[in-house]
């Protein structure tokens, strides 16, 4: 293992900023796959599943079990000093590094961040992006690829190697433009978000679940062999998912407490009821939430309090 200093950045008031990256095989090696984790300070559990997959490479790598001619660069974090202060965006400005690719090495701090962490991820074959989901909630762990021309539809049927239930094929949006994942397959990276069930807290049971996925995805690529003392199951046949054929569950006539008869991951049936809506000063039934199709919970809202409108479910149809 080569641990080193991806970028530094000098901040006021504290020590310098340091990015750094840990790269696992031989120095002249094929640079196979690079995996990055937190971009926003809110990230914890995508921090502690590529800490997790630091400590297990180096096992495997002590037992001789990366390939000769390939390479695997983890970054843990792009953001410490946002998750040292325990701000989601870059401090002063509240900037989005994930919406600053390609990066400018001339240009704001979160834009020089995204040219260095640009400079080294555009090597690689392989690129996975350890990511937050964009709404508060509960849902399915699952690969996702961002349509983007003909990269996208190879890296699908590479998505089948992490195993996982689900591969989501979704089209992109303007905003896109300027996420790591998209500017990546521009560069002729086979790139795959991958999604964990926590954000701001630590998972445990969806962590291995990821750091699994991810360890088999390396071995079906034929990166690494698998040692039989972790254990790792064969994984699914993913499903591959438009995004467009989620079916939204929406709060049509109130706001008020929601309580949830059913979870992410839970089979259910046409007419099933999913959860309630109760007035806030007597708790009497506002409206009730049935699933309109049978097929599993993709993803739960998780707050307490909802507003009218608003998405509390999203079935993937049988």
């Given at each position: 293992m080569i641990r080193g200093t991806i970028y530094q950045m000098h901040v006021p008031h504290r020590e310098p900023m340091r990015i750094r990256g840990?790269?696992?095989?031989s120095e002249h090696s094929e640079r196979s796959c690079a995996i990055i984790g937190s971009m926003r300070g809110n990230e914890v559990q995508q921090a502690f599943v590529c800490a997790t997959l630091v400590s297990l490479l180096a096992r495997i790598e002590q037992s001789g079990m990366?390939?000769?001619?390939?390479?695997?660069?983890i970054i843990p974090c792009v953001n410490p000093l946002s998750m040292n202060l325990i701000e989601r965006f870059w401090p002063g400005d509240g900037a989005d590094i994930n919406r600053s690719f390609p990066g400018d090495s001339n240009g704001r701090s979160t834009e020089r961040i995204a040219a260095a962490i640009m400079r080294v991820a555009r090597l690689f074959t392989y690129g996975i992006?350890?990511?937050?989901?964009?709404?508060?909630?509960?849902?399915?762990?699952h690969v996702r690829i961002t349509h983007q021309g003909p990269i996208s539809q190879e890296s699908l049927t590479l998505a089948q190697d992490f195993g996982l239930d689900y591969a989501m094929d979704r089209e992109p949006t303007p905003f896109d433009s300027t996420t790591l994942n998209y500017v990546w397959q521009e560069c002729g990276t086979n790139a795959f978000s991958l999604y964990s069930r926590a954000t701001n807290r630590i998972d445990t049971d969806s962590a291995k679940t990821v750091t699994d996925a991810v360890l088999r995805f390396l071995a079906r690529r034929q990166v690494i062999e698998l040692p039989k003392e972790l254990g790792i199951a064969a994984g699914h046949s993913s499903r591959v998912l438009r995004e467009s054929e989620l079916v939204d569950v929406r709060s049509e006539r109130a706001s008020g407490f929601f309580v949830s008869?059913?979870?992410?991951?839970d089979h259910v049936r046409a007419g099933q009821q999913l959860g309630v809506i109760l007035d806030t000063m007597d708790a009497h039934l506002l409206e009730s939430l049935a699933s309109p199709v049978s097929g599993q919970v993709f993803f739960m809202r998780t707050d307490p309090l909802i507003q009218q409108h608003m998405v509390l479910f999203r079935i993937a149809p049988s």
């Open positions: 840990f790269e696992f095989g990366i390939a000769k001619n390939k390479s695997v660069l992006q350890l990511c937050s989901f964009n709404q508060p909630g509960d849902f399915m762990p008869s059913t979870h992410a991951g």
